[in-house]
């Protein structure tokens, strides 16, 4: 027989099988099968809380040796320390910073938080972790069992050592990116003092400098009768330190170095060259209103004569 006669027949058992299911229905949708043949099975166990046989299984199946074999203990919690109240602290400031700088993120609160369950799971395991240690370390000390560590005692690792360089690279990084941008910030911070104080001593010297010609021109219009404001410009500059020697106490005349005095009477003294064209008070009074010399000009030193006065004069001569 080939293969596909026997696939052939195959396809008629199940045929075969199709047809009797279909056979079955109708008889049982006519009544024609027997009554019996199809009941369902009723479960008569009913539970039973019997006290007593749990206790002794539970006595049959607990483990009766010492308890420095067994080493098991049942504990509350130890005391939370301060350093986990500022973690729970900060990491719940920082969970709400990032509900506060993400709009995306729906605000959830800290008592159905996961993340913030999640960490203060971990801190309820540390702190019963805390409280089974030093309550074994005393049943220990009673049983006579020393508890000192080996010097030479080495905890294993899930991560191997490469692993855990890389993770202290990036830490290492990460720290000193935030302290570049930290020192960047005080130097953006620093320039920006900077430029607000010399901006405002900008201003104040043009107030300064805006007042002082507004006084020369109401002195020029006759609005005021003195020129004191010059004085006080002299004395406070625009950097806004008074000269030497202007402060209270200070004598009123300056004083000569004894020494510079005998060398001007022996040597004589031309004069101060520095800042002799710089105008001051008097030359500013004398400015436009000195009398013309010659007659009817009230005297003075004669004025110069021209140049071609003096060329025809000295023609004369010759």
Avoid: C
């Amino acid at each position: 027989m080939t293969d596909f006669d026997t696939r052939a027949d195959d396809s008629d058992s199940s045929y075969v099988s199709y047809d009797e299911d279909d056979e079955l229905r109708e008889a049982l949708a006519k009544g024609l099968l027997k009554p019996g043949l199809n009941v369902l099975a009723k479960d008569t166990h009913q539970p039973v809380n019997n006290p007593i046989k749990l206790r002794s299984a539970l006595e049959s199946i607990i483990l009766k040796a010492p308890w420095i074999e067994r080493m098991d203990l049942v504990n509350d919690l130890a005391p939370l320390t301060p350093e986990l109240a500022i973690q729970i602290e900060k990491h719940e400031q920082k969970r709400e910073n990032q509900f506060k700088g993400n709009k995306k993120i729906p605000y959830v609160a800290p008592e159905v938080d996961p993340v913030l369950n999640d960490f203060k799971r971990e801190i309820l395991f540390h702190r019963q972790a805390q409280a089974a240690v030093v309550e074994g370390i005393k049943r220990l000390h009673d049983l006579g069992v020393a508890t000192k560590r080996p010097d030479d005692y080495f905890a294993e690792m899930a991560k191997t050592d490469e692993h855990m360089q890389r993770v202290r690279k990036v830490l290492l990084d990460k720290q000193e990116g935030i302290a570049k941008s930290e020192r960047t910030r005080q130097l953006r911070e620093q320039r920006r003092i900077g430029k607000l104080i010399q901006r405002q001593a900008t201003e104040k010297r043009d107030e300064q400098r805006r007042k002082t010609l507004n006084d020369i021109k109401k002195f020029r219009k006759g609005k005021l009768s003195n020129l004191d404001f010059l004085d006080d410009d002299e004395e406070a500059p625009a950097g806004g330190k008074k000269k030497k020697g202007s402060g209270r106490g200070a004598p009123s005349k300056r004083q000569v170095n004894p020494k510079r005095q005998a060398k001007n009477a022996k040597f004589g003294f031309g004069g101060r060259k520095k800042g002799s064209k710089r105008n001051t008070k008097e030359s500013f009074l004398a400015d436009g209103r000195k009398k013309k010399a010659g007659p009817g000009g009230g005297g003075g030193k004669q004025q110069r004569l021209g140049k071609s006065r003096r060329a025809q004069a000295k023609g004369k001569r010759k």
